[in-house]
């Protein structure tokens, strides 16, 4: 172990999260409609497998982007050498212009402020080595991702300190909540250097109204600290509220000419909206020039590859396509997610409110047996094991309230969905049986207890007033003896 450095045999990857054994668990046992009926279905999987029926055709009709083609004649040659790390300028303008339309053309986002990465996980990581040092802070609304243990700490040596949201108010980001926060990372002499948050939300499947976006803008410019915007779920927003992004709040309340224009930071990726995770397509947009110079520099660890670029530009590029997939997608997650919530319900099982995402954060607090940790990992542990579906438990995502689960619903077929939904029910009226058959347990030992006390009074009462001759007699056998019984008993006696 001593010729390997610290890194390379810590245990801070996170890897031991329960959201990660639950892949590891389905990966051994994975559901399958035609050869595994009996497996683990995945639903603590944040994928959009909702419309690639959509993009398939597409590229289809458009051979020279899939074949590396332009106007016909080959350009594999131009595309297999060498490409500096700023990527392709024709990538970047069709990307930044996918971004506004997203936000409803509120916003305008300049492609020279654009680096280009490998995932949102390599942008995330990216601005932690921008902005902090090891030993800095970042502050994180609760729940958030369980993936950022890893993304933000790992290789960055940066700390997270949660700011703890509750149910009391649909977990919403409230100004004691952060200064609190803040206050924390000051005991333990961490040096604060920003607020990251996901809008939409990632386990929440909600979006940050602008009050709570004016205060986060208001603390960190009190502060003067960072604030990273990780929004990759903005094109799923399939019902109201509609999105608003951090950009559009500085560029209402007119800060662009200001010091915390430089120092709000937004993540972009084209994993969840269009359903290309493997393409690995990710961005960071700064409106500090440092910020864009170092980052571009690191994602020399991390390109997109100048196939991907060129593909997905001629894609991004046909406005009549992206209109027509965004709004058919949004109707795709909102029927799936609705399913999934009336389908829960009907189950006994309800979720918070949600209009984006491609999760439900769900409600299961009263299936525990206790309303603690232990008994949230009992629970998930019988789901995973013997319901045989795999989700994320509340802990995993720093939820301070035991008993709250994200399930996923965008990665599987209607089909698939009805089963999850179905197993779910019988899991939960397995426990109603058990517990109602626990209940009557308890009230026929309360009633033997009853009857037990009044046959002894009743002896004790007719020792007292009988003749010792005329007694009446009692057989203490380990049945009830009616009402009835007692009467004949006594009318005899008499």
């Not at 639950?22 to 909702?50: R, S, T």
């Not at 790992?154 to 700011?163: A, C, H, K, L, S």
């Amino acid at each position: 172990m001593g010729l390997l450095s610290r890194k390379a045999t810590c245990n801070t990857h996170g890897q031991d999260s329960s959201y990660f054994l639950g892949w590891q668990e389905y990966e051994k046992n994975p559901y399958n409609e035609v050869n595994n009926p009996n497996g683990i279905i995945q639903m603590g999987l944040a994928e959009n497998q909702l419309c690639l029926d959509l993009l398939e055709p597409w590229l289809m009709k458009n051979p020279d982007a899939l074949g590396l083609k332009r106007d016909g004649i080959s350009i594999f040659k131009e595309l297999a050498l060498f490409q500096d790390y700023n990527g392709f300028p024709a990538f970047k303008r069709a990307l930044v212009d996918f971004m506004g339309e997203i936000r409803g053309n509120k916003v305008s986002f300049d492609p020279n402020h654009v680096v280009l990465t490998a995932g949102a996980t390599s942008a995330n990581e990216t601005l932690m080595f921008c902005l902090a040092d090891q030993g800095d802070a970042f502050l994180l609304p609760t729940p958030y991702y369980p993936g950022f243990d890893r993304d933000l700490r790992w290789r960055t040596g940066v700390e997270i300190v949660p700011i703890h949201c509750t149910s009391s108010n649909g977990f919403k980001v409230t100004l004691p909540a952060i200064e609190q926060a803040y206050r924390q990372a000051q005991k333990r002499k961490l040096r604060v250097k920003g607020v990251l948050i996901t809008n939409p939300s990632n386990p929440l499947g909600t979006t940050m109204a602008r009050d709570e976006l004016d205060l986060l803008i208001n603390f960190i410019e009190d502060k003067q600290i960072h604030l990273i915007s990780d929004e990759i779920y903005s094109g799923t927003v399939f019902t109201s509220p509609s999105f608003v992004s951090v950009m559009e709040v500085l560029k209402d309340r007119d800060l662009d000419q200001t010091q915390v224009w430089e120092r709000v930071h937004i993540v972009y990726s084209l994993s969840k909206d269009l359903g290309l995770p493997g393409f690995r397509v990710g961005a960071i947009y700064s409106n500090d020039p440092v910020v864009v110079s170092a980052a571009t520099k690191m994602s020399s660890f991390g390109l997109v590859s100048s196939q991907t670029q060129y593909l997905l530009s001629a894609m991004l590029l046909d406005k009549k396509f992206t209109k027509e997939y965004m709004s058919e997608n949004h109707k795709r997650l909102q029927k799936q997610q609705k399913d999934l919530v009336s389908g829960l319900e009907k189950a006994g099982i309800r979720c918070l409110d949600s209009n984006a995402g491609l999760f439900c954060w769900v409600d299961m607090r009263h299936l525990l047996k206790s309303n603690t940790f232990e008994a949230e990992m009992e629970l998930w542990q019988k789901i995973v094991y013997h319901v045989k579906i795999n989700i994320s438990p509340g802990s995993s995502c720093h939820c301070i309230e035991p008993g709250w689960f994200r399930v996923c619903f965008a990665n599987m077929s209607e089909s698939t969905l009805k089963l999850a939904i179905q197993r779910l029910k019988s899991f939960v009226s397995s426990i109603g049986m058990k517990s109602q058959n626990h209940q009557e347990l308890k009230s026929l030992r309360r009633k033997a207890r009853n009857n037990w006390v009044f046959r002894l009074s009743l002896q004790s009462f007719y020792d007292r007033e009988q003749d010792t001759t005329t007694k009446v007699s009692f057989s203490y056998r380990p049945h009830f003896m009616s009402l009835s019984n007692i009467a004949a008993t006594l009318d005899a006696a008499a």
